[in-house]
Antibody, heavy 124, light 112 residues
Framework: EVQLVESGGGLVQPGRSLRVSCRVS????????MNWVRQAPGKGLEWVGC??????????EYAASVKGRFTISRDDSKSIAYLQVNSLKTEDTAVYYC???????????????WGKGTTVTVSS | QSVLTQPPSVSGAPGQRVTISCTGS?????????VHWYQELPGTAPKLLIY???NRPSGVPDRFSGSKSGTSASLAITGLQAEDEADYYC????????????FGGGTKLTVL
C-alpha cells in the first residue's frame, strides 16, 4: 500500500522551532522530488518548498514566505523527508502536507502522491 | 493573492458540464509552463486530477479534462455528480517567483 505519513506537528510557541517528518512506504522515494505544501485554516494551498532527488543534485527550492526560516532535507536510506521550521510565526499555523513530485526541465513540477497532513499550531 | 487566478466558486446541477478557469500571465502559463489540477474533497488531502495540461492519472474518470491556451487553462467536468463537490486548485510554475511553484487560489464546486 502506498503511504505518505507526516508526523511531528503540534502546538508551538512563536519563535520556537519544529521538525516535521514524512515517511514514504510502498512506492519509490529516492528517484523523486519531495514537496511540502501547507494550508492555513479556511485558506487555499500554499507551496512551501521542494527537494530534488540526488540525481538532480538534491537541491532545494523555497517559497519567498518561508525562505531562510524553513529547511527541507531527505534521507533516502529511510525514505523520509523532513521540514525544519524555525522562528515560527502565528501565520505559519496550518496543515502541512508532504507530496511526492516530478521534475520537468529541472524544476519542481506536479505532485502525484500526497500524505494526509500534520497540523502545526503556533500560539502562545 | 496568487498569480494564478481562479473563480472562488462555481456550481452546476447533476449531469451538467462545468468549467473552472485558471488565468495566469507571461511568466507562468503564457511562458509555456504546464498546468496541473488537484481535487480536494472535504476533509481529505489534495489529489492529482490532471497533470501536464491534459493528462489524467490512472483511476481518474474521463469526465475530467484539462486544456490550456495562451495565458489560461481550464478544467472541465462533464456529467456532474454529487461526489464531485470539492475544492479544485490549478498549479503551475512561475519564473518570477522564488522557487517557482505556485497554486491558484482554489475554486469551490457546489453540486446543486
Amino acid at each position: 500500500e502506498v503511504q505518505l505519513v507526516e508526523s511531528g506537528g503540534g502546538l508551538v510557541q512563536p519563535g520556537r522551532s519544529l521538525r516535521v517528518s514524512c515517511r514514504v512506504s510502498g512506492v519509490s522515494f529516492a528517484d523523486y522530488v519531495m514537496n511540502w505544501v501547507r494550508q492555513a485554516p479556511g485558506k487555499g494551498l500554499e507551496w512551501v518548498g521542494c527537494i530534488r532527488s540526488k540525481a538532480y543534485g538534491g537541491t532545494t527550492e523555497y517559497a519567498a514566505s518561508v525562505k531562510g526560516r524553513f529547511t527541507i532535507s531527505r534521507d533516502d536510506s529511510k525514505s523520509i523527508a523532513y521540514l525544519q521550521v524555525n522562528s515560527l510565526k502565528t501565520e505559519d499555523t496550518a496543515v502541512y502536507y508532504c507530496s511526492r513530485g516530478r521534475i520537468r526541465d529541472g524544476y519542481c513540477s506536479y505532485m502525484d502522491l500526497w500524505g494526509k497532513g500534520t497540523t502545526v499550531t503556533v500560539s502562545s | 493573492q496568487s498569480v494564478l487566478t481562479q473563480p472562488p466558486s462555481v456550481s452546476g446541477a447533476p449531469g451538467q458540464r462545468v468549467t473552472i478557469s485558471c488565468t495566469g500571465s507571461s511568466s507562468n502559463i503564457g511562458a509555456g509552463y504546464d498546468v496541473h489540477w488537484y481535487q480536494e474533497l472535504p476533509g481529505t488531502a489534495p489529489k492529482l486530477l490532471i497533470y501536464a495540461n491534459n493528462n489524467r492519472p490512472s483511476g481518474v474518470p474521463d469526465r475530467f479534462s484539462g486544456s490550456k491556451s495562451g495565458t489560461s487553462a481550464s478544467l472541465a467536468i462533464t456529467g456532474l455528480q454529487a461526489e464531485d463537490e470539492a475544492d479544485y486548485y490549478c498549479q503551475s510554475y512561475d519564473s518570477s517567483l522564488s522557487g517557482g511553484v505556485v497554486f491558484g487560489g482554489g475554486t469551490k464546486l457546489t453540486v446543486l
